[in-house]
């Protein structure tokens, strides 16, 4: 059956409707290749009677893009195949577009990757103004590049620059404006029909005797290489994308790069011609296999509630009492009114409560300077929030977020001030970092509707939010956390308590091993440089200053008491030595200290690493190979996980890897902490076989846990069920 509707009216004008029977949304599927081809076919049969073309879709979105589930599943074997069938996309749309006739894309709706490559191989292209409408390229963000004529047309459009750092590096989403004034497309309509309307318009104002534009040539704005003005900027690319990708392993961003800048040098057809091979090596590698896993498939199932207890009515929050102003607090106030929800934000002194609120303020005037929000809007936000020091303020809440320093009796304190206060089923959320949410939901009456609510700073930009269900919590609590989450747009992970939870605890794993190669005599900038090129976001040092050397200290001497009062064993990590040292002996404590792996300058800026380091701890003969010093911080990560999935603490593998990419900065090429173990090389048992090798250089706490090597044995990978 066809996935794309012919509509031919009286005056010649044929309206594509994209409407794949059956599913939501259109993708580019094997049903959607073979109708494209039979519509493409038809058209140039049946050209004499044709005016004009509109293309449009009966979905809400217009066209979600390529079909991952295909894309995932192409093996090394496959490579032809996926060659071909993205050479049959290619003619299909071109034959559509030097048909001679003039040819609209009125997008109704969301139009990314093959949906805007269908738009771009139109000659007009106009866009609903909704909230919904996104446009733009995202494949590099799973590790692919647009293959249907995306790079070859956007760098035609807008010039080889333009097109790289607007559309094609960062993979942006624009709204129907804002895509208009970067050029992705002509025009906006206010409402369905008016975008019909303005279609047929054009196609009016552009008979087919008459076409202004020039797709055969497809001029370059701004120059193709062979220009002495382009080719002298041309080194620059090469050599800023290295900078920005600090040699992670992304091989889509550099496939991207070759194929706009060696697909500008040549006619059109031939350029398409590369970009299809390019592609083709991204397809068939694991990158894409992890990132495709990770951001797509991972995030809908994480999204969707596949952790969330089934069978429990949504309900939705109505008024949140965030209490603590601080840093957190402030932030968790902004991000629940910028959903809706009415907030009373309490902190000791109507000072302190008001500075938490003057921080919704400071984002919003920048917004407002941006243009990304109006003033009604930004009135309407900050009335939602109620700053105060009186506790009886709170009465009617139904939920409580607690954010107050993290001390364990402080908390405690709070909650029973306020619990007969706030609504008598109010769910009660406690966003520590670290300390045992069964623990802390001693203090409290109602346990069973107790529950951690761990926000990333900072809350505003950070998409994570981990749950974590102590002993007693109930279902219906973590049902309604769940909802809460998801309604303020964040991405919800849920994990069973534990010391450090998930999150806090595997990146503690990180930090640790880059402290221990100092403490092995490694040269500081090394260790910085390998956690750079292995991917991570944030250099390991510098991010051990931000967290302070002493907050994971008393965590750590916190622990051990724990671990031995239950009579357990202690084991010193490495790097305590370390840690102990440069606080004791050097009274460096990190960023907030003014002085710790790093100087800071009087503002808080970060200068560069402390010399003393190279004095007191660098050591001539130390030497570890590069690969290991990356290896050593990703396999710690990822065994500590495993450690998690085996100790119950986590529960979904799903959960793991989203958590990890989107909380703590597991490498995203990696497609998370789990997917690394996955694709490694060998697979598990490769992965088991490399740990055991660490283990026996640099000691035990690399040994593989019993999971992963019965997991290895069995030919197995971590997936959910
Ligand atoms: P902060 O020091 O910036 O803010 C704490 C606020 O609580 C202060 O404004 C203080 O006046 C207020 N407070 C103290 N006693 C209070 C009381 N009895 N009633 C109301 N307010 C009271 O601390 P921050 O960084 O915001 O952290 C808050 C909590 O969030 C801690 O438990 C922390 O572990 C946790 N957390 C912190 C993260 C971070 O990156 N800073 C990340 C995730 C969680």
Known sequence: MSTIRWEQDETGVVTLVLDDPGQSANTMNDAFKTSLTAVADRLEAEADTVRGIIVTSAKKTFFAGGDLRELIAVTPEGAQQAFDAGMRIKRDLRGIETLGKPVVAALNGAALGGGYEIALACHHRIALDTPGTKIGLPEVTLGLLPAGGGVTRTVRLLGIADALLKVLLQGTQYNAEQAKDAGLIHDVAATPEELLTKARAFIDEHPASQQPWDVKGYRIPGGTPAQPKFAANLPAFPANLKKQLNGAPYPAPRNILAAAVEGSQVDFETAQTIEARYFTELVTGQTSKNMIQAFFFDLQAVNSGASRPKGIEPRTARKVAVLGAGMMGAGIAYSCARAGIEVVLKDVSPEAAAKGKAYSEGLLAKALARGRTTERKRDELLARITPTADPQDLAGCDVVIEAVFEDAALKHKVFQEIEHIVAPDALLCSNTSTLPISQLAEGVQRDTDFIGLHFFSPVDKMPLVEIIKGERTGDEALARAFDLVRKIRKTPIVVNDSRGFFTSRVIGQFINEGVAMVGEGLDPASVEQAAAQAGYPAKVLSLMDELTLTLPRK????????????????????????????????????????????????????????????????????????????????????????????????????DANIGSLLGIGFPGWTGGVLQYINGYEGGLPGFVARARELAAAYGERFAPPALLIEKAAKGETFRDA
Do not use: K, N
Request: proline share 5%.
């Open 555 to 654: 965590i750590r001497r916190e622990t051990q008491r724990a671990v031995e009062a239950a009579g357990g064993s202690w084991a010193p990590h490495p790097s305590d030595a370390v840690v102990d040292r440069m606080v004791d002996e050097f009274g460096r404590t990190g960023r907030s200290g003014g002085a710790g792996f790093y100087d800071y300058a009087e503002d808080g800026t970060r200068s560069s690493l402390w010399p003393g380091l190279r004095e007191h701890f660098t050591r001539p003969d130390a030497a570890v190979p590069f690969r290991d010093m990356q290896e050593r911080m990703l396999f710690a990560e990822a065994l500590d996980t495993v450690r998690c999935l085996e100790e119950g603490v986590l529960t979904s593998v799903a």
